[in-house]
């Protein structure tokens, strides 16, 4: 079977017989690949004239309710990626681990999408920047969606997790995605693409495919394009210097090679939950997926006087573990991807075997479970120690891209966080420590030189996500040598695709362009108490001012008992004659909060369902027994919630004195029903 790939809405063979992919375990081949004879500039051309005007046309939340839908799809059709799964060498676990955690990516962007961004097509960054005296004058930035295709060049490790994590933010950006999987495995991202073309979710040209070479696409790209790229820091070198990429000024992030190192706390000895806790693992990043993951550990960083403990505990370990075909229920260890790719880690192997000594495994021969050693991409996981560590280049420098890793020797905090940053920049690092002390000055000492740290002791070992398990919800990327690039990490991962723009201008401007309402602009009139107007008659800049509303000593008072809250501020005037703020007793900044709800609630039953929240309260200036309070509140952002029947309506609400002083400031966060409530409750 020859893949095929998903150009301008339609499958597509190449031309020509093409490379040849063979299941892992047994050396059949499965398919071929090749994307020679298609036409990638109408491929880009199709992605963005097509896809991106699809995708623009839908708000944030319209597009994370595809992304919800198309993770229920997904998983609805995951069986049988299962079953392919295991022709790159997984196991049942690894696969969970490429194929629900994908999937997983995909609900998280989902949930991420609707909770955390507005349902409309423009993201607003930050406050409102003053740039003049009077307030007429303003700044805001904003992010919109690139007007290209994101290019997605992904690793043969994880062909599902590895599509899924780079498209899932793309896509809610409003980006469309050409995705490239490296070919070794392609035919399962392959078939979980057609899954994904067959739900009939996505928008025209929201996504394309290319099983095969990308010929000539790099030399159509714009500055509107993304290049994301997962695999070799040397590829991602010369990706990243193509002219095209250097003339247009491409963005380009890329997460590459890395030498990720575990930290055995000086604290942690044999005997302690931390120590097991660490063989654990070690030998859990070693197996699985066959060590092919980028965030493996290469470095297991122990105390010298734990040396010989670790290596016997490890060795131990790494005896329990059953290699073979992955099919073979027993097997715990699978092969590496490729024979391609067995004889690279062997090389790499060699490399590192001249200055570290093998104490486990090795290049010789084994025994896979249900499988041929010859024909299979077999290898022992390998564990080695470097005694010399004041020479060692190699361990530092050399990745073997598969089940090996090297335990290194330490003497004292500063020297174990020295040997991790001379990976000179990972994805990830880990800590086994039971003092909070040691974690913090390890911690700190490897944040500048990696991506990500884990810090595990025994009170969060069973909720631990574990040292290689890159999370939708954080960044994964790191400095140097992993590539300089972020992938995921929430709504940051989504902005990677949009551009940040700062706008200047008068606050009705800025009310326009962000469909946010701006302190200074025009305040309209909403005919009735706007708490009587259901979601979808209120207009951003609906606005209610109240009366007025004395504050007296007796409020004070009331509240105090009623509160608990006896400070002396408010209580003992004497006391707040003394106080350089107030010179006087003052009321309670919750009072003013309470009293003004008084002020602007209007109390029958209508379409405002709950006060769900206060944002950005600030308290500008002491309100004192006898002062007089009245509040203007402004319908200020509205985002419907897709198929709940209500929406979330932020309001803008400031307290004046008499004075027309603002004696605070804040954001009301209500539910508001998309239907009139019937004035007979009955109906």
Known sequence: MQLQSYCEGRWMSGTGQGA?????????????????????????THARTVGGTNLRRLTFHERAAILKALAKHLNEKKDELYRLSYATGATKSDSWIDIDGGIGTLFVYASKGMKELPDSHVYVDGAVEQLAKSGGFLGQHIYVSLEGAAIHINAFNFPVWGMLEKLAPAFLAGVPVIVKPASATAYLTELAFRRIIESGLLPEGAAQLICGGV?????????????????????????????????????FTAETDSLNSCILAPDARAGTPEFDLFVREVVREMTVKAGQKCTAIRKAIVPAGQSAAVIEALRAALAKVVIGDPREETVRMGPVASLAQRREVLEQLARLEREAEVVYGGSGKISPAGADAERGAFLAPTLLHCRDIASARAVHEVEAFGPVSTVVPYEGLGQAIELARRGAGSLVGSVFCADESIAAQLVLGLAPFHGRILVVNRHCAKESTGHGSPLPHLVHGGPGRAGGGEEMGG?????????????QGTPDVLTAVTGRWVSGSHELDPGVHPFRKPFGALRIGDTFRSGERDVTLEDIER?????????????????????????GRVAHGYFLISAAAGLFVDPPLGPVLANYGIDGLRFTQPVKPDDRIRVRLTCKEKSLRIG???????????????SGETVAQYDVLTMVSEHEMPDNPSK
């Open 491 to 503: 709504i940051r991962g989504v902005l990677h695709y949009m551009q940040r723009t700062a706008v």
């Open 20 to 44: 040849l992919l063979r299941d892992a375990s047994t050396g059949e081949v499965i398919a071929s690949a090749t994307s020679e004879g298609l036409d990638f500039a109408a491929m880009l």
């Open 559 to 583: 509240f105090a008992a009623l509160s608990g809250d006896h400070f002396y501020a408010h209580m003992d005037e004497a006391a707040a004659r003394r106080n350089p703020i107030f010179g």
């Open 215 to 251: 010929g000539d696409l790099f030399e159509h790209l714009t500055c509107q394009d993304v290049i994301a790229f997962t695999g070799s820091a040397s590829t991602a070198r010369k990706l990243r210097m193509h002219p095209r990429v250097l003339e247009q000024a491409v963005r």
């Open 644 to 658: 709940q029947g209500y929406g979330e309506v932020r309001w803008d609400a400031q307290i004046t004195n008499q």
